[in-house]
């Protein structure tokens, strides 16, 4: 499919699925707000970096990563807290469908580059979440929940979530944590909110997965979109802008 096609393809999607975003997320000077940075790793960013890298530079990704690291350091100044998941594997413990990637040691797990001076922040927290659903990852074997401790500690009442992939991880860790909250699991939690322009997906051109055994088409655009739709018909927002309080 050529790009002209695969636009149009786009287009008509949007046309019977058409998402309608909730604006402008304005955040409040008095806090209340957190902020969820899911797998902005080498591994799924950093061109090259792995299995699931980009092969070649990437816009959408490279947007999402100048948004993390906008909206990290506007949280870094406030001093409000950051919870940042970073997909990290043991070798010998894989993650069908998916190839080996970001194995401990490897350098796949880490931040990107530019926001590897966020690990010296005393407002961060971070967990290595070893599933695709970092809710998941978080449960502890005493049946307790880390990030739900996150929220607790901090009084948190919204959420603002960014990373990769739109349509796996930050679906999943969205809908779980949702259906947290509906059960009163993540209290005072009242808001997952995800920024669209500070999430991205990967692109695997359907003429690529066609010539490649067990893969499976995976259009940026089009599952970019489907992520943020899903996402939104599970409860959460999806903003398009993020502005501080005037």
Request: with cysteine; aromatic share 8%; hydrophobic share 40%.
């Amino acid at each position: 499919m050529g790009s002209e096609a695969a636009a149009a393809a786009v287009d008509l999607l949007r046309s019977q699925v058409p998402l309608q975003t909730d604006g402008e997320l304005v955040l409040p000077s008095r806090g209340g707000v957190g902020l969820v940075l899911v797998d902005v790793v080498n591994g799924f960013c950093t061109v090259g970096a792995g299995n699931l890298a980009p092969v070649a530079p990437n816009k959408q990704i490279e947007k999402m990563v100048e948004e993390a690291c906008r909206l990290a350091k506007l949280f870094c100044e406030k001093n409000w807290p950051i919870f940042a998941f970073l997909d990290t594997h043991y070798q010998d413990k894989p993650e069908p469908p998916y190839p080996p990637h970001c194995i401990i040691g490897s350098g796949e797990e880490n931040f990107v580059p530019a926001l590897e001076w966020l690990e010296n922040e005393p407002n961060l927290t971070i967990k290595r979440k070893n599933c695709i659903d970092g809710y998941i990852s978080s449960i502890e074997k005493n049946g307790s929940n880390f990030f739900a401790d996150w929220v607790g500690k901090y009084q948190i009442e919204t959420v603002l979530v960014l990373g990769i992939c739109t349509d796996i991880c930050v679906l999943d860790f969205a809908s779980s944590t949702l259906a947290a909250r509906n059960i009163g699991q993540v209290p005072p939690l009242q808001d997952v909110v995800i920024y669209s322009e500070g999430c991205a997906t990967y692109d695997l051109p359907v003429e690529f997965a066609m010539n490649t055994k067990g893969a499976l088409a995976h259009p940026q655009d089009l599952m970019h979109h489907m992520g943020l739709y899903i996402a939104k018909g599970r409860g959460a927002k999806v903003v398009d802008r993020v502005v501080l309080e005037p």
